[in-house]
């Protein structure tokens, strides 16, 4: 387990941003500590009965797995994906805490001109408008504010598509993260296909695609694509799996490169349903992005949060897995697992969420609980295996 562990870190990566927690905790956390984002004053008004959040993310590395897709392909449809990826990253934070609608949207887009073409740019930011006139039609609005495209080429090896995202919310209506000892855990299904989706989502979405591409992918694409990795890498860790990206994976006409650029799941029309009918009896939206199912640590003291009823690994966790026997704790840590999704509440409550989930075509249950404790742990059971995290 040391060796995966170290090897993880080799890679440039990091499951828990433990060096980034520790830069910004002495940073002011704004009105509501305990929300999932940051709650700003409304310097834009001076109104003390509304507040402002404002988030930024990438699509991470997921870009570099789209570049081999695309440059073995011809396939330009990827870029699609990888800015779903990108806005999803932040308007599902953003739901977290409270807002599910009219969000201010901006790109910032770093390229190296010589190898992304005008084509895969114009779709990049073509598939902003695209994808907010698919969220429109559940009554959630994004407005894009136009943002930035450099050609970086010294510093970005191949693309990075960055998108922020900010707006305005109520405070009586900002979620915050508070468990209580007796809550159940409501997982949302990351995989599957939702009715507002085109096919089937792996549920991989936008976190561990470093660890997933170099674990999966074959050493071909080292040697061919010498631009999609970090040269400083060691030679152990670069595309040291066994599958090429047009390999069949068994699920209909889905290959190994379409199942790992799965576009992230937004559950905006989902949470957007759950604000308007419970939101003040819901005790913390988490969005398990960074530190997979162990996420809830950042936001918890005195608790042990244990998840005991998990959905069974979908095809794309077991496939990064078994490529390098990585153990499952790790894989827990790393990626979201099956859920990306989960709401604390009373157990009354687990039944309505569950029912407005299965409208959207999104599979639910109670996966967990909550138990008082004296320290913070999430405890995880499968498979007849137990997993701790501090």
């Not at 590395?61 to 990888?82: M, R």
Request: charged share 25%; net charge negative.
């Amino acid at each position: 387990m040391k060796f995966k562990v170290m090897k993880y870190e080799k890679r440039g990566v990091s499951a828990d941003k433990k060096d980034v927690h520790e830069a910004i905790k002495h940073l002011d956390k704004g009105l509501y500590p305990q929300a999932f984002c940051k709650i700003l004053p409304d310097f834009l008004y001076g109104d003390e009965q509304y507040a402002l959040i404002m988030h930024a993310d990438t699509a991470g590395t997921k870009t570099s797995l789209a570049y081999l897709y695309w440059k073995e392909t011809g396939d330009e449809n990827v870029w699609e994906g990888i800015v779903q990826d990108a806005i999803v990253m932040n308007i599902d934070d953003l739901a977290c805490s409270g807002a599910a609608s009219n969000f201010i949207l901006s790109s910032t887009i770093g390229r190296n001109k010589n190898l992304i073409s005008g084509e895969v740019i114009s779709r990049v930011i073509n598939a902003q408008a695209v994808f907010a006139e698919k969220l429109k039609k559940f009554g959630i609005n994004i407005y894009l504010a136009g943002g930035e495209t450099a050609d970086v080429g010294d510093i970005v090896r191949t693309i990075d598509v960055g998108i922020t995202v900010a707006t305005r919310i109520k405070r009586n209506e900002v979620i915050e993260i508070r468990p209580q000892p007796g809550d159940v855990i409501v997982g949302f299904a990351s995989f599957g296909q939702s009715i507002y989706e085109d096919g089937y989502n792996s549920g991989i979405g936008s976190n561990g695609l470093t660890f997933a591409r170099h674990e999966v992918l074959n050493k071909y694409y080292a040697e061919k694509y010498p631009e999609s990795y970090d040269p400083a890498l060691s030679p152990e860790v670069i595309y040291s799996g066994k599958m090429f990206l047009t390999d069949n994976t068994g699920l209909s006409d889905i290959n190994v490169g379409r199942l790992l650029l799965s576009p992230t799941r937004t559950y905006l029309p989902l949470l957007q349903e759950i604000l308007f009918s419970y939101r003040s009896e819901l005790h913390g939206i988490v969005h398990c992005t960074g530190g997979g199912q162990t996420k809830i640590l950042h936001f918890i003291d005195n608790l042990k949060i244990v998840k005991n009823n998990l959905f069974e690994i979908p095809p794309v966790f077991r496939l990064i897995q078994q490529q390098n026997d990585t153990p499952l704790n790790e894989m827990f840590k790393v990626f979201n697992m099956g859920h990306r999704l989960e709401i604390y509440c009373h157990p009354d409550l687990a039944d309505k969420l569950i029912a407005v989930s299965g409208q959207f075509g999104i599979e639910a249950r109670i996966i967990g609980h909550v138990e008082e404790s004296s320290g913070k742990e999430v405890v995880i059971h499968y498979a007849g295996e137990e997993f701790t995290y501090f």
